[in-house]
């Protein structure tokens, strides 16, 4: 089992920045691949973001060059730093955790957190 929470939304203006933090707990986290996703209202939830024990990343078109994603291993913690938000940005976002390495679809993902608000105004 592996427990996620995430924290870090707010509202920001747009060009403006946040980061999302996301702590993992159980014996084996740390082995996960670890993902965000996004859920704006009347929108399905979409990938974000991903990343593997290695540091190997991978993110969606929509916020490649702005948003990054990072992990620290020994805290058992991923991070999601968000600049140049636009109000396209604004949704719930998700942490979630993988064995499939890659993976953007969320059915491949087991555990999530709760998720954070994140609202970006014109």
């Known amino acids: 089992q592996v427990q996620l929470v995430e924290s870090g939304g707010g509202l920001v203006q747009a060009g403006g920045s946040l980061r999302l933090s996301c702590a993992a707990s159980g014996r084996t986290a740390s082995s996960y691949a670890m993902g965000w996703f996004r859920q704006a209202p009347g929108k399905e939830r979409e990938f974000v973001a991903a990343i593997i024990w290695s540091g190997l990343t991978n993110y969606a078109d929509s916020v490649k060059g702005r948003f990054a994603i990072s992990r620290d291993n020994a805290k058992n913690a991923v991070y999601l730093q968000m600049n140049s938000l636009k109000p396209e940005d604004t949704a719930v976002y998700y942490c979630?955790?993988?064995?499939?390495?890659?993976?953007?679809?969320?059915?491949?993902?087991?555990?999530w957190g709760q998720g954070t608000q994140v609202t970006v105004s014109s």
């Open positions: 979630a955790a993988t064995r499939q390495l890659g993976a953007t679809e969320d059915r491949a993902y087991s555990y």
